[in-house]
């Protein structure tokens, strides 16, 4: 078939990306670590030129950095950088609500709503065992599909974006606590509930809520 050369190496590319994106996020790949394309490309088995392009995309994403002449290395995010993460993502969650609140209501839809509260129900449930592994996957496909109400595209990708760096700095922080059963935000479900009810307001009061507790918790963990 035309063109399914081309296919596959996008497919894989892709694959690649979003597999060592898990492993940063979950800090399997931590802040400051170096590797070339050819380490990559044999811990997967593949060739270079789909991980070289995978790589570049998470450079595009902020995840690493590109070293002259020693490949890559994963970026080290500083707690000045999250707490301007965190304003970022408060300015723009509000903003975003407070101006698009009546479009974000009229598109939670029950299909909507019943896939978006599955994905706030695990996410509440992994936060409340203090499943830190669980939780990410599912805290940032719930607040993809929670964003992605105000039908703005770039405003999903920004969030999304900082969501994941948030979580970079966030976990080595995190995996010092022996029980975090209690201390991770579990309000998802909350969330959805004051949407499926039209309660703008109290949409916005738990976003407010929510990056309060990541400032909260991050602080008394650097403290």
């Known amino acids: 078939m035309p063109g399914s050369d081309a296919v596959k190496r996008t497919t894989l ?3 690649i990306a979003d597999a060592l994106r898990e492993e940063v996020i979950a800090g399997r790949l931590p802040a400051g670590r170096q590797f070339t394309v050819k ?3 044999e811990s997967y088995g593949v060739s270079a030129t789909p991980v070289r392009e995978a790589l570049l995309d998470l450079c595009s994403q902020g995840l690493l950095h590109v070293e002259l002449h020693k490949g890559y290395r994963v970026r080290e995010f500083s707690y000045a950088d999250f707490l301007a993460m965190v304003e970022a993502r408060t300015m723009m969650l509000e903003g975003m609500f407070r101006h ?4 974000a209501l009229g598109a939670a839809t029950p299909a909507v ?4 509260r599955r994905r706030a129900e695990e996410a ?3 936060a409340n065992a203090g499943d830190l ?11 993809r ?5 105000v039908g703005n595209p770039y405003i999903s990708d ?3 974006r900082v969501r994941v760096q948030c979580w970079v700095f966030m976990v080595p922080l995190l995996r010092r606590v022996g029980d975090l059963r209690g201390r991770l935000w579990c309000g998802h479900v909350e969330m959805v509930e004051a949407l499926a009810r039209r309660e703008g307001r109290a949409v916005q009061r738990i976003i407010t809520g929510y990056n309060t507790h990541a400032l909260t918790l991050i602080r008394s963990l650097t403290g």
Request: net charge negative; aromatic share 14%.
């Open 113 to 116: 709503l019943a896939s978006v």
């Open 145 to 149: 599909e929670f964003a992605a109400l």
């Open 158 to 160: 920004f969030l999304d």
């Open 13 to 15: 590319r892709s694959q």
């Open 124 to 126: 509440a449930r992994a």
């Open 39 to 41: 380490e990559i490309a």
């Open 100 to 103: 698009a609140t009546e479009q």
């Open 133 to 143: 592994d669980i939780l990410i996957g599912y805290d940032l496909r719930f607040w």
